[in-house]
């Protein structure tokens, strides 16, 4: 078999292209960025073409993450198999399609990749994606190795097709950052292309959730639990090791840092007498549970994320004469990633003696020098300068013009809020109100807020920043850059006397000053674009581009 050194998220790439994907779907979001960009340039090598499709994989940039779902979910209802990936938070912005889809059930394989961020690396929160599988009740698969990452995906398709659901597979930032070797399946890496063939339409509909369709199709998805539950039992991706009465239940790469700790310790004469659990397969395998917990006295539950198991074994009454401990006990951190340290810690054993953060130099994240954004902002800081102004702001590069000496921004909530949240504030009477978005923000959710904004005329100035690119995750493609934003800022229904467009230059500061001042100044909506590419656009080769900026990616 092949062998090939591959992040966490190239194994899940890999891996899908291996299972015959048609189509690979996404809205950049570090740490899963990769999983798209592995897909996309081993399509256009091997068909040399611009968008893959002589290779047989379609791959494009989607809008959003919502809009991505919904265009795999079409490719597996049309019969190919499809992957989605995105960033944890990308899956609230796609969650009501991903719930639905439960319902509907799908075609060919669909199987949804997320990546999620413990520690807040590169993210505005940590949350838990294994908890969105279990709401819209379908199978999880939670890799702790490269090789994993590779071999659960694979399998997610095959799955996927059995039980006729979306299989997700959650990754934590770790193992998608990190590299190992990766055995894989013959035909992969240059052999023979896997032919996955297109599956016949179902009979029947199942997809139009009206609600005497949705009714039966929730029954049956309810129906379908049982089935999940004892494939979880007895699939290999869970194992239960019992030994001494000191248990461990491991989920995804926790499994790997007890290892580590283990072997600390092991080499060191430690205890190797653990019972473990190891769970990669969800729903939780409840029997298995059970029977560490009948062996053991004592079992620490460790899981990258939120305590997911942990409150599970623990329901609200606990378990009598059972020591549980995890993160809701305090033996591990309660938020946070998880280490093989503090497992050791947890555990009694040796720890090493590491080098921690606070060891390293700061180096607080900062635009570019002559990044567009600088001029931006500085023209908006002068153009409202004294007027206490409200100066919403959203998720990219320039959420950084919250720092001295801009500023700039007193809000970054969720990608596309800050037109709504400008709103809000122009009909609480606020005044003045500002927002600044960019422009691949805008194309993912701030078209649909303006929308309305121009339809109340609401009393706001909206700043679209144009860097022609979505710099802060490594510069993809945007949708809406350029004349063509003109034209769909135009066609949301701004007053084409209220749309301006500059060029945020230090040579044009005080022409730009004046500008805003106007728009301001206006008793309505003013929309103002801001035009001027990153730098790093001018760079050669992305590689250089990253290497060159310090903004931190998300
Ligand atoms: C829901 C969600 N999806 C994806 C991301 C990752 N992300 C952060 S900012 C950003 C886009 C930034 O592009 P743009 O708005 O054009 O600003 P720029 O970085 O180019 O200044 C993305 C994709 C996120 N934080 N949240
Ligand atoms: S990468 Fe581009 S947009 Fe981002 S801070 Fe640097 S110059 Fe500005």
Redesign the pocket.
């Known amino acids: 078999m092949p062998m090939k050194l591959l992040l966490g998220d190239g194994g899940v790439a890999q891996a899908a292209i291996d299972a015959g994907i048609g189509g690979a779907f996404s809205y950049p979001g570090t740490p899963a960025t990769e999983i798209f960009e592995y897909i996309a340039d081993r399509a256009r090598e091997a068909g040399d073409d611009d968008h893959a499709e002589a290779a047989g994989i379609s791959a494009h940039w989607s809008a959003n993450e919502k809009v991505a779902y919904e265009e795999a979910l079409g490719m597996s209802y049309a019969g190919r198999r499809a992957i989605v990936s995105m960033k944890h938070v990308g899956l609230n912005v796609a969650a009501d399609p991903f719930v639905n889809s439960a319902l509907t059930g799908i075609n060919a394989g669909l199987v949804l990749a997320v990546a999620d961020d413990p520690g807040m690396h590169s993210s505005q929160n940590e949350q838990d994606s294994r908890y969105y599988g279990d709401f819209a009740q379908i199978p999880v698969f939670e890799p702790a190795t490269q090789q994993e990452a590779y071999d659960f995906t694979l399998r997610a398709f095959e799955y996927s097709e059995e039980v006729g659901l979306p299989v997700m597979v959650r990754l934590v930032t770790r193992l998608s950052h990190s590299r190992a070797n990766v055995r894989m399946r013959n035909g992969a890496n240059g052999g023979e292309k896997p032919v996955v063939e297109q599956r016949p339409r179902p009979t029947g509909n199942s997809w139009t959730l009206v609600p005497s369709i949705a009714r039966t199709r929730y029954a049956a998805l309810v129906e379908a639990q049982r089935r999940l539950h004892e494939d979880a039992q007895k699939s290999p991706m869970n194992k239960l090791t019992l030994a001494g009465r000191r248990g461990v239940i491991a989920c995804g790469i926790a499994h790997n840092y007890l290892l580590e700790a283990k072997s600390m310790s092991d080499g060191g004469g430690g205890p190797g007498d653990l019972s473990i659990l190891k769970i990669g397969h969800y729903p939780v395998p409840t029997s298995l549970v059970r029977d560490l917990v009948a062996h053991c006295d004592d079992i620490l539950i460790a899981e990258d994320g939120y305590p997911f198991v942990e409150k599970k074994l623990l329901g609200v009454l606990g378990v009598p004469g059972k020591r549980i401990r995890g993160r809701l006990s305090g033996d591990l951190p309660a938020t946070g990633e998880l280490s093989p340290d503090l497992l050791a810690t947890a555990l009694g054993l040796p720890a090493r003696a590491t080098r921690s953060h606070d060891d390293l130099a700061a180096r607080p994240p900062q635009?570019?020098r002559?990044?567009?954004?600088?001029d931006s902002f500085k023209a908006i800081v002068d153009a409202t300068s004294g007027a206490a102004p409200f100066l919403f702001s959203d998720i990219?590069?320039?959420t950084?013009g919250v720092m001295p000496p801009y500023r700039a921004v007193h809000s970054c909530v969720d990608m596309g809020s800050s037109i709504a949240m400008a709103h809000g504030a122009a009909r609480a009477g606020a005044h003045p109100v500002l927002c600044t978005i960019g422009d691949s923000t805008f194309a993912h959710s701030g078209m649909t807020p303006l929308i309305g904004a121009a339809q109340q005329d609401a009393n706001m100035t909206v700043v679209i920043l144009d860097?022609s690119?979505t710099?802060?995750t490594g510069?993809q493609g945007s949708l809406t850059t350029g004349q063509r934003l003109i034209d769909v800022v135009r066609g949301l229904g701004v007053k084409p006397e209220h749309l301006h467009v500059i060029d945020p230059h230090p040579s044009k500061h005080a022409e730009n000053v004046a500008i805003i001042t106007k728009a301001v100044a206006h008793r309505g909506l003013s929309v103002i674009i801001s035009d001027r590419e990153?730098?790093?656009l001018k760079v050669k080769t992305k590689a250089e581009?990253t290497a060159a900026?310090v903004?931190p990616s998300a």
């Open positions: 635009l570019c002559g990044c567009p954004h600088i990219g590069c320039y950084l860097n690119t710099a802060m510069a990153c730098i790093h581009a900026h903004a």
